[in-house]
């Protein structure tokens, strides 16, 4: 299980849309003459706003998962890794058709909704863009999160807990990254290119994964693997 959530946290880390947004405010930044301490603050609060939105939502949704009868969670388990699995084949679809036909992205409406709050760069506005990017950006990365958070409900205990923690600490590790080499003179066109260069990849590993998450839920529902 440790194996299991780390290399997913690792890979869901490295996903488009957080560190999208993250470039998007910082640009903002940058563009206002703020102060690197400023940003650095602002940026800082937009990462807590994140970590914290999905944990609060990881910890809800796994006590929830746990308190299903297990005759039901057998069932859910199948169905969460059969859209596990779709969800993994329409990111492969990415790696060689990129944003052709139907993709997991941000929705389009909401993309402009963010593109107006990161300019708005608050202490009250970075923690609400936080909060507004975890809820919206989950059709393309909350697929591993669910997938994970179904694999910890089977026995919800105190490990459970830290792994939850460890997988959310990971995730915003790359958001805290960008942030630090922006302020240390990284160039921010530099740090888009990158993201460009590699999002095809990104999408090829996200959806390897989900693939290996589904089916792993599905052995673990009808019993070929037990975690206990």
Known sequence: MLGTVVATAAIDAINPCAIGVLILMVSVLLAARQS?????LL????IVSVFTIYLLAGLGLLYFLSTIPLWLTEYLSI????????????????????????????PGRFVKKVHVMSSKATIPGVLLLGAF??????????????AIITL???YFDFTAF??????????????????ILVAVGKKLHEIKAWK?????????????LL?????????IANGTINLG
């Open 211 to 219: 693939v290996y998450l589904g089916w792993l839920l599905i052995f």
């Open 43 to 46: 940026g800082g609060l937009y």
């Open 162 to 179: 830290l792994l939850l923690v460890l997988y959310n600490i990971i995730f915003i590790l790359p958001l805290i990254i960008i942030l």
């Open 152 to 154: 910890l409900s089977q």
């Open 79 to 106: 169905t969460v890794g059969l859209l596990m699995v779709a969800a993994g084949l329409l990111e492969i679809k990415d790696f060689f058709w990129y944003g052709r036909w139907f993709s997991l992205t941000i």
């Open 133 to 146: 990017v975890s809820a919206v950006e989950l059709p393309c990365t909350g697929a591993p999160y669910l």
């Open 196 to 208: 460009q260069r590699t999002r095809h990849y990104m999408r090829l590993g996200m959806g390897l």
């Open 36 to 40: 690197t301490s400023r940003m650095l």
